[in-house]
DNA sequence: GCGACAG
DNA sequence: ATCTTGTCGC
Protein backbone atom coordinates (compact mmCIF):
# COMPACT_ATOMS: atom_id res chain seq x y z
CA UNK A 1 0.00 0.00 0.00
CA UNK A 2 1.05 3.36 -0.71
CA UNK A 3 1.95 6.23 1.61
CA UNK A 4 -1.17 7.40 2.97
CA UNK A 5 -1.72 11.00 1.39
CA UNK A 6 -1.10 13.78 3.76
CA UNK A 7 -4.81 15.29 3.01
CA UNK A 8 -6.47 12.60 3.49
CA UNK A 9 -4.58 12.17 6.90
CA UNK A 10 -6.06 15.70 7.45
CA UNK A 11 -9.43 15.44 7.14
CA UNK A 12 -9.44 11.77 9.16
CA UNK A 13 -7.44 13.70 11.64
CA UNK A 14 -10.34 16.75 11.80
CA UNK A 15 -13.07 14.22 11.62
CA UNK A 16 -11.70 12.25 14.22
CA UNK A 17 -11.30 15.62 16.35
CA UNK A 18 -15.02 16.47 15.83
CA UNK A 19 -16.49 12.91 16.89
CA UNK A 20 -14.64 12.51 19.76
CA UNK A 21 -16.50 15.25 21.71
CA UNK A 22 -19.48 13.05 21.53
CA UNK A 23 -17.19 9.97 23.12
CA UNK A 24 -18.82 9.58 26.69
CA UNK A 25 -16.80 8.07 29.22
CA UNK A 26 -19.74 7.31 32.07
CA UNK A 27 -21.36 4.31 32.95
CA UNK A 28 -24.60 4.66 31.55
CA UNK A 29 -26.51 1.30 31.94
CA UNK A 30 -27.92 0.12 34.95
CA UNK A 31 -26.22 -2.91 35.16
CA UNK A 32 -23.01 -1.40 34.63
CA UNK A 33 -23.15 -0.29 38.20
CA UNK A 34 -24.24 -3.90 39.18
CA UNK A 35 -21.38 -5.60 41.26
CA UNK A 36 -22.64 -8.65 39.37
CA UNK A 37 -23.34 -6.70 36.24
CA UNK A 38 -26.86 -7.97 36.80
CA UNK A 39 -29.46 -6.62 33.92
CA UNK A 40 -26.95 -7.57 31.55
CA UNK A 41 -27.82 -10.31 29.01
CA UNK A 42 -25.96 -9.83 26.16
CA UNK A 43 -22.16 -8.75 24.84
CA UNK A 44 -21.46 -8.16 21.21
CA UNK A 45 -17.83 -8.42 19.16
CA UNK A 46 -17.19 -7.38 16.04
CA UNK A 47 -14.26 -8.33 13.57
CA UNK A 48 -13.10 -8.16 10.24
CA UNK A 49 -10.74 -10.94 8.28
CA UNK A 50 -9.27 -10.74 5.56
CA UNK A 51 -7.82 -13.33 2.87
CA UNK A 52 -3.47 -13.56 2.67
CA UNK A 53 -2.16 -11.33 -0.05
CA UNK A 54 -5.96 -9.60 -0.19
CA UNK A 55 -6.17 -6.38 1.94
CA UNK A 56 -9.42 -4.68 0.27
CA UNK A 57 -11.63 -7.70 0.52
CA UNK A 58 -12.78 -8.46 4.19
CA UNK A 59 -15.22 -10.94 6.02
CA UNK A 60 -17.29 -8.81 8.29
CA UNK A 61 -19.01 -10.61 11.34
CA UNK A 62 -20.95 -9.40 14.25
CA UNK A 63 -21.66 -12.06 17.26
CA UNK A 64 -23.60 -11.58 20.16
CA UNK A 65 -22.94 -13.74 22.90
CA UNK A 66 -25.51 -14.46 26.43
CA UNK A 67 -24.10 -12.74 29.74
CA UNK A 68 -22.60 -14.66 31.57
CA UNK A 69 -22.24 -18.10 29.85
CA UNK A 70 -20.92 -16.58 26.81
CA UNK A 71 -22.83 -18.63 24.49
CA UNK A 72 -23.35 -17.55 20.87
CA UNK A 73 -27.01 -16.47 20.15
CA UNK A 74 -26.53 -14.74 16.75
CA UNK A 75 -23.58 -14.69 14.06
CA UNK A 76 -23.46 -12.94 11.38
CA UNK A 77 -21.23 -12.59 8.07
CA UNK A 78 -20.80 -10.66 4.92
CA UNK A 79 -18.30 -10.34 2.28
CA UNK A 80 -17.31 -6.66 2.25
CA UNK A 81 -15.21 -4.54 -0.04
CA UNK A 82 -13.35 -1.73 2.06
CA UNK A 83 -12.55 1.63 0.53
CA UNK A 84 -9.37 3.04 3.17
CA UNK A 85 -6.08 1.65 3.36
CA UNK A 86 -5.17 0.48 6.93
CA UNK A 87 -3.14 3.63 8.57
CA UNK A 88 -2.38 2.97 12.13
CA UNK A 89 -4.17 5.62 14.54
CA UNK A 90 -7.27 5.44 11.40
CA UNK A 91 -8.15 2.05 11.76
CA UNK A 92 -11.64 3.21 11.64
CA UNK A 93 -12.16 4.71 8.36
CA UNK A 94 -11.51 1.31 7.25
CA UNK A 95 -13.37 -0.97 9.61
CA UNK A 96 -16.17 0.97 10.74
CA UNK A 97 -18.65 1.36 8.19
CA UNK A 98 -18.94 -2.45 7.67
CA UNK A 99 -19.49 -3.20 11.14
CA UNK A 100 -21.99 -0.53 11.45
CA UNK A 101 -23.59 -1.93 8.30
CA UNK A 102 -23.82 -4.99 10.75
CA UNK A 103 -25.14 -3.74 13.46
CA UNK A 104 -27.96 -2.11 11.20
CA UNK A 105 -29.09 -5.21 9.73
CA UNK A 106 -29.31 -6.97 13.31
CA UNK A 107 -31.19 -3.87 14.02
CA UNK A 108 -33.57 -4.86 11.42
CA UNK A 109 -34.14 -8.36 11.72
CA UNK A 110 -33.49 -9.12 14.95
CA UNK A 111 -33.68 -5.85 17.02
CA UNK A 112 -34.81 -8.01 20.69
CA UNK A 113 -30.62 -9.91 20.07
CA UNK A 114 -28.91 -6.40 20.10
CA UNK A 115 -26.41 -6.23 22.57
CA UNK A 116 -25.65 -4.23 25.19
CA UNK A 117 -22.27 -3.41 25.13
CA UNK A 118 -19.92 -4.09 22.28
CA UNK A 119 -16.46 -5.49 22.43
CA UNK A 120 -14.28 -4.43 19.38
CA UNK A 121 -10.73 -5.36 18.14
CA UNK A 122 -8.63 -2.82 19.08
CA UNK A 123 -8.00 0.29 21.16
CA UNK A 124 -10.72 3.05 22.17
CA UNK A 125 -9.06 6.48 23.70
CA UNK A 126 -5.70 4.24 24.39
CA UNK A 127 -5.11 6.16 20.94
CA UNK A 128 -2.84 8.33 19.49
CA UNK A 129 -5.53 11.35 19.34
CA UNK A 130 -7.87 9.32 22.06
CA UNK A 131 -10.11 8.07 19.40
CA UNK A 132 -9.65 4.76 17.85
CA UNK A 133 -12.03 1.83 16.71
CA UNK A 134 -13.97 1.00 19.63
CA UNK A 135 -14.93 5.16 19.81
CA UNK A 136 -15.71 5.58 16.31
CA UNK A 137 -17.64 2.40 16.94
CA UNK A 138 -19.36 3.88 19.96
CA UNK A 139 -19.79 7.02 18.80
CA UNK A 140 -21.40 6.17 15.47
CA UNK A 141 -23.42 2.87 16.66
CA UNK A 142 -24.10 4.96 20.42
CA UNK A 143 -23.70 1.48 21.97
CA UNK A 144 -21.49 0.99 24.58
CA UNK A 145 -17.82 -0.17 23.57
CA UNK A 146 -15.32 -1.43 25.01
CA UNK A 147 -11.73 -1.74 23.38
CA UNK A 148 -9.49 -4.70 23.41
CA UNK A 149 -6.13 -4.75 21.82
CA UNK A 150 -3.76 -7.54 21.82
CA UNK A 151 -0.86 -5.44 20.91
CA UNK A 152 0.52 -2.43 22.21
CA UNK A 153 0.15 0.11 20.34
CA UNK A 154 2.41 3.56 21.12
CA UNK A 155 1.09 6.41 22.48
CA UNK A 156 2.59 9.18 23.52
CA UNK A 157 4.82 7.85 26.90
CA UNK A 158 3.20 4.38 26.39
CA UNK A 159 6.00 2.27 25.00
CA UNK A 160 7.36 -1.27 25.08
CA UNK A 161 10.04 -0.42 27.46
CA UNK A 162 12.13 -2.34 30.14
CA UNK A 163 9.86 -0.36 32.21
CA UNK A 164 6.48 -1.65 30.61
CA UNK A 165 7.90 -5.17 30.35
CA UNK A 166 8.78 -5.13 34.03
CA UNK A 167 5.04 -4.16 34.63
CA UNK A 168 3.79 -6.86 32.96
CA UNK A 169 6.11 -9.08 35.40
CA UNK A 170 4.14 -7.75 38.37
CA UNK A 171 0.99 -8.71 37.03
CA UNK A 172 0.74 -12.05 39.29
CA UNK A 173 -2.81 -13.08 38.87
CA UNK A 174 -5.53 -12.79 36.47
CA UNK A 175 -7.49 -9.71 37.09
CA UNK A 176 -4.58 -7.77 37.60
CA UNK A 177 -4.10 -4.03 35.97
CA UNK A 178 -1.57 -1.78 35.31
CA UNK A 179 -2.80 2.21 34.22
CA UNK A 180 -1.67 2.94 30.64
CA UNK A 181 -0.99 6.91 31.39
CA UNK A 182 0.73 9.33 28.85
CA UNK A 183 3.29 11.96 29.89
CA UNK A 184 0.82 14.24 30.79
CA UNK A 185 -0.41 11.75 33.03
CA UNK A 186 -4.06 10.75 31.89
CA UNK A 187 -4.42 7.40 31.73
CA UNK A 188 -5.77 6.37 28.62
CA UNK A 189 -6.23 2.46 29.08
CA UNK A 190 -5.11 0.09 31.68
CA UNK A 191 -3.36 -3.45 30.45
CA UNK A 192 -4.74 -6.33 31.63
CA UNK A 193 -4.04 -9.90 32.58
CA UNK A 194 -6.94 -11.30 31.73
CA UNK A 195 -6.33 -15.12 31.98
CA UNK A 196 -4.01 -17.03 34.37
CA UNK A 197 -2.74 -19.18 31.81
CA UNK A 198 -1.50 -15.69 29.82
CA UNK A 199 1.15 -13.69 30.69
CA UNK A 200 0.70 -11.75 27.89
CA UNK A 201 -1.55 -9.14 29.01
CA UNK A 202 -4.50 -7.74 26.67
CA UNK A 203 -4.93 -3.56 26.78
CA UNK A 204 -8.41 -2.28 27.71
CA UNK A 205 -9.78 0.91 27.04
CA UNK A 206 -13.04 2.71 27.11
CA UNK A 207 -15.16 3.33 23.43
CA UNK A 208 -18.08 4.62 24.50
CA UNK A 209 -21.03 5.22 27.46
CA UNK A 210 -18.61 2.73 29.88
CA UNK A 211 -15.55 3.75 32.77
CA UNK A 212 -12.35 2.77 32.39
CA UNK A 213 -13.00 0.81 35.84
CA UNK A 214 -16.01 -0.87 34.71
CA UNK A 215 -14.74 -1.80 31.09
CA UNK A 216 -11.62 -3.45 32.95
CA UNK A 217 -13.64 -5.46 35.28
CA UNK A 218 -16.24 -6.57 32.63
CA UNK A 219 -13.71 -7.56 30.05
CA UNK A 220 -11.98 -9.87 33.07
CA UNK A 221 -15.72 -11.66 33.38
CA UNK A 222 -15.42 -12.32 29.86
CA UNK A 223 -12.53 -14.00 29.62
CA UNK A 224 -12.26 -17.85 29.23
CA UNK A 225 -8.84 -17.38 27.93
CA UNK A 226 -6.57 -14.47 27.22
CA UNK A 227 -8.90 -12.71 24.60
CA UNK A 228 -12.68 -11.81 25.60
CA UNK A 229 -15.27 -14.64 24.52
CA UNK A 230 -16.67 -11.97 22.15
CA UNK A 231 -13.65 -11.09 20.40
CA UNK A 232 -12.47 -14.77 20.82
CA UNK A 233 -15.82 -16.30 19.21
CA UNK A 234 -16.06 -13.64 16.35
CA UNK A 235 -12.49 -14.14 15.51
CA UNK A 236 -13.26 -17.86 15.18
CA UNK A 237 -16.39 -16.97 13.10
CA UNK A 238 -14.67 -14.83 10.83
CA UNK A 239 -11.50 -17.11 9.66
CA UNK A 240 -14.08 -19.98 9.57
CA UNK A 241 -15.75 -18.08 7.06
CA UNK A 242 -12.22 -17.32 5.02
CA UNK A 243 -10.80 -20.67 5.69
CA UNK A 244 -13.65 -23.40 6.26
CA UNK A 245 -10.75 -25.73 7.00
CA UNK A 246 -9.91 -24.33 10.38
CA UNK A 247 -13.96 -24.62 10.84
CA UNK A 248 -13.11 -28.60 12.25
CA UNK A 249 -10.67 -27.03 14.70
CA UNK A 250 -13.01 -24.25 15.42
CA UNK A 251 -15.45 -26.09 16.38
CA UNK A 252 -14.03 -28.00 18.65
CA UNK A 253 -12.71 -25.16 20.19
CA UNK A 254 -16.24 -23.78 20.91
CA UNK A 255 -17.78 -27.41 21.84
CA UNK A 256 -15.07 -27.61 24.28
CA UNK A 257 -15.15 -23.96 25.94
CA UNK A 258 -18.64 -23.09 26.00
CA UNK A 259 -21.04 -23.88 29.17
CA UNK A 260 -25.14 -24.52 27.82
CA UNK A 261 -26.59 -21.63 29.43
CA UNK A 262 -29.65 -23.75 31.27
CA UNK A 263 -28.29 -27.49 29.93
CA UNK A 264 -25.63 -30.09 31.11
CA UNK A 265 -23.56 -29.15 33.41
CA UNK A 266 -19.94 -27.97 32.21
CA UNK A 267 -17.08 -30.06 32.17
CA UNK A 268 -15.77 -31.07 35.23
CA UNK A 269 -11.70 -30.95 34.16
CA UNK A 270 -12.79 -27.61 33.23
CA UNK A 271 -14.22 -26.32 36.80
CA UNK A 272 -12.68 -27.37 39.02
CA UNK A 273 -14.87 -26.82 42.58
CA UNK A 274 -12.74 -26.14 45.21
CA UNK A 275 -12.55 -22.92 43.64
CA UNK A 276 -15.52 -19.98 43.79
CA UNK A 277 -15.31 -18.42 40.52
CA UNK A 278 -17.29 -16.11 38.03
CA UNK A 279 -19.70 -18.22 35.71
CA UNK A 280 -17.86 -18.78 32.15
CA UNK A 281 -14.52 -17.96 33.66
CA UNK A 282 -11.71 -20.52 34.04
CA UNK A 283 -10.06 -18.70 36.50
C1' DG B 1 16.33 12.68 11.02
C1' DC B 2 14.54 7.94 11.37
C1' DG B 3 11.82 4.43 13.06
C1' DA B 4 8.00 2.86 15.85
C1' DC B 5 2.70 2.26 15.13
C1' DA B 6 -4.24 -1.30 17.05
C1' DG B 7 -6.09 -4.29 12.69
C1' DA C 1 -4.42 -8.42 9.29
C1' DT C 2 -2.37 -13.46 7.33
C1' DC C 3 -0.19 -19.13 7.37
C1' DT C 4 1.61 -23.50 9.77
C1' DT C 5 3.56 -27.91 12.34
C1' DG C 6 4.94 -29.64 15.96
C1' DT C 7 5.89 -29.68 20.67
C1' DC C 8 5.72 -29.09 25.59
C1' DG C 9 3.09 -28.93 29.86
C1' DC C 10 -0.97 -28.97 33.08
Known amino acids: MAAPEAELVLKW ?22 PDFSGLKRVGG ?34 VTLNAP ?23 VQPNLMPQVLFVD ?40 EEHQSQINALQKSGDSFPLATTSGRVLGKALRSSHSSIKPVYVSVGHRITL ?15 PEPIRQVTIATRSSLYPSQRITAVTWIKYVSSPDGGS ?12 RRPGQLE
Open 213 to 227: DTAVRLTHTCCLYRV
Open 265 to 276: APRKDLYSPERQ
Open 46 to 79: VDLSFIKGDDINACAHLVVLTYPHMKVLYEDCKM
Open 13 to 34: EREQARLRESVKEEDTEDWQRS
Open 122 to 161: GNGLFHYREFGLACHLGVLSDLPCVGVAKNLLHVEGVVRS
Open 86 to 108: YVAGFLGFREAPPLLQALEKLKN
